[in-house]
């Protein structure tokens, strides 16, 4: 997770950008968007730069423009990765590993639950996608899509209990489509989940929250992918 790729056009984190607010949720500081009288709401568990990444709050924006009320959390704490570049990533695994994130996520999903919350989906980028597989491993959520995963190992996707959606990059040394199509026939082999796995040509890992704005080709694989999560949010939660 530490190769270049993961450090590739890093965001400029904002704290004020985003249509929605920062509040506290489970203890977690986080950006929520959206209809607070939805019943339904959608987990959005970022990469290693956080919560505060400008292009992952818009697509929050996006998911709440469909109905949903959406919750980025700050799992870090204010210590996200500013840039892999000279950051021992080792050490700050060991400070936000993903599975403190996943017991950081059932406290927020709790709270979900105490505001009226009936349904919970959870989607995952690069760091975010492990510990969104293991709240799907839990059924803590009753769907679940994760993008250009990171840490996630095929022993991992055998445990998914609920509806998961796998959208991959084409050139990704982190998550590659050899490893990714093994992770479709694993829940092709669990016939009571339903997965789906989409490789998306021409972009490399991270495209879908770092996509360079002046890239066309990009910019479209992006809306693409954004499009797949949501379509698979819907059926599996409405």
Not at 122 to 138: M, Q, R
Request: aromatic letters at 8%; hydrophobic letters at 40%.
């Amino acid at each position: 997770m530490s190769g270049p790729q993961c450090c590739e056009n890093a965001p400029t984190l904002s704290s004020g950008s985003g249509a929605g607010h920062v509040e506290e949720l489970g203890g977690l500081q986080s950006y929520v968007t959206g209809s607070a009288d939805s019943e339904i709401a959608v987990l959005l568990v970022s990469d290693v730069f956080g919560y505060e990444a400008p292009k992952l709050r818009k697509l929050a924006d996006k998911v709440a423009g469909a109905g949903f009320f959406v919750v980025v959390p700050d799992f870090f704490f204010g210590d996200p990765v500013l840039v892999l570049e000279g950051t021992d990533i080792d050490a700050w695994l060991k400070k936000h590993g993903p599975d403190q994130g996943f017991e950081h996520a059932k406290s927020v999903i709790e709270a979900l639950k105490g505001k009226g919350i009936t349904k919970v989906g959870a989607v995952g980028f690069c760091w975010g996608a492990k510990v969104v597989v293991e709240l799907a491993t839990y059924a803590c959520i009753q769907a679940a899509v994760i993008l250009h995963p990171a840490l996630v190992t095929l022993e991992d996707i055998q445990g998914v209990k609920v509806p998961m959606s796998i959208l991959g990059a084409e050139t990704d040394h982190t998550g590659p489509p050899e490893l990714l199509r093994k992770f479709g026939q694993a829940l092709d082999a669990k016939p009571e989940v339903d997965g789906f796995v989409k490789i998306f040509p021409g972009v490399a890992h991270g495209w879908s929250v770092r996509y360079k704005d002046e890239d066309e080709k990009e910019v479209k694989a992006a809306e693409e992918a954004h499009q797949d999560l949501l379509g698979w949010l819907v059926k599996y939660l409405k």
